[in-house]
């Protein structure tokens, strides 16, 4: 399923040769490709230019994670090289072997018959777009994201019912939120998942996981004020063992909710059209990033669990977050502080997290 705001990168065709391409770009083994102008101009496609992002898409048509486009040359088919070759991550010792190994899938009946020209062929001058790309942000599965937040859920029920009622009064990170407040906050926002699964699937074209968070009215003060409003005056009402009963309630309804509903699309509260799994990513984050944020208030370790940790990761640093840890010098918690606002980082470790095509989203504290 291709999203609104991101173009699909689909490799060979559906089958398995796809299979083993995806599998070869999700081990981190294939880093280029090469495709052909003529396959563009028949689709009507514009070709991919560096710093774009596109969406890997598999043999069922299901997005498995986000690539971005680090290099785009025009290049005749004489002229590509060994460097390339290997880059494409399929065993190919020599520009012969690559070439003898493309020359059969583009005289093949598959692409003649996509291309609608049966004696279609190559040749040194045909003109070839070599395309270099790293992954940037892994997309998991249903069963992935709702484990994730079934264990963050528990964590944070658990850590917060292990300190006295008064803490909850403690200011967080996010004024003028107290613990209560921002926990408020996180609840409600898992809760909305509900609601959105009783009302009709949207019939637009989703959008992914990062545009959710992109800079607009969403983040806008007057909607920040409005957060900030609903959380205060939900946590106001309750008592603290009230208010953590409620989230766990809140928490377990969604999962089982989710765990029991085929994959569709929902609408957010901002009207973006989304599949589930990915908008259950972002109450992962919300389970996650606020969760550390509370930890943090209370002066008490952090309880982000595994799970969570590597969904939240997977959306920030794709399969990169063992080197921006070391980057950073911290640890999982420290890197979903950093990416998100909760430390300030040198200019040069945010240019080295640009670097490493580090996907950025508006979560920064109020």
């Not at 070839?128 to 029920?157: G, H, K, Q, Y």
């Not at 309630?249 to 989304?274: E, I, K, N, S, Y």
Request: charged letters at 20%.
């Amino acid at each position: 399923m291709t999203y609104a705001d991101l173009p699909p990168a689909e490799f060979a065709f559906p089958g398995p040769l796809r299979d083993q391409l995806v599998a070869a770009i999700l081990a981190g083994h294939k880093t280029s490709s090469t495709g052909l102008r003529t396959e563009y101009e028949h689709e009507g496609e514009p070709l991919p230019r560096p710093g774009e992002r596109s969406v890997l898409i598999d043999s069922a048509g299901e997005p498995l994670a986000i690539l971005q486009h680090t290099d785009v040359r025009l290049i005749r088919l004489a002229d590509v090289d060994l460097v390339h070759a290997i880059a494409e991550g399929e065993g190919y010792e020599t520009v012969a072997q690559w070439r003898a190994g493309h020359e059969r899938f583009w005289h093949g009946e598959q692409m003649r018959a996509h291309l609608g020209d049966p004696g279609f062929t190559v040749d040194d001058d045909t003109v070839c777009v070599a395309d270099r790309f790293r992954l940037v942000s892994l997309i998991p599965d249903a069963a992935t994201v709702n484990a994730a937040l079934t264990a963050e859920a528990a964590a944070l029920v658990a850590g917060l019912r292990a300190v006295p009622e008064a803490d909850l009064d403690r200011p967080t990170c996010c004024p003028p939120w107290s613990v209560r407040d921002e926990l408020a906050h996180t609840a409600i926002a898992v809760s909305r998942t509900l609601d959105m699964l009783d009302a009709d699937p949207p019939r637009a074209v989703p959008i992914s996981t990062p545009r959710y968070y992109a800079p607009d009215a969403r983040f806008a003060p007057e909607a920040d004020n409005a957060r900030v409003d609903l959380a205060h005056e939900f946590a106001a009402a309750r008592t603290g063992p009230q208010l953590i009963d409620w989230c766990e309630q809140q928490c377990a309804a969604v999962a089982a909710r989710v765990a029991a509903t085929a994959p569709r699309l929902v609408t957010t509260r901002h009207g973006d059209p989304m599949r589930l799994t990915d908008f259950q990513v972002t109450r992962v984050v919300e389970l996650a990033v606020h969760g550390l944020d509370l930890s943090d208030a209370l002066g008490v370790a952090p309880w982000l669990t595994p799970r969570a940790a590597d969904v939240v990761a997977g959306l920030l640093f794709g399969p990169q977050a063992d080197t921006v840890a070391s980057l950073l010098a911290t640890d999982r918690p420290g890197l979903l502080r950093a990416a998100t606002g909760r430390t300030t980082l040198t200019a040069a470790q945010r240019q080295g997290l640009d670097d490493l095509g580090t996907t950025w989203l508006t979560t920064a504290p109020s």
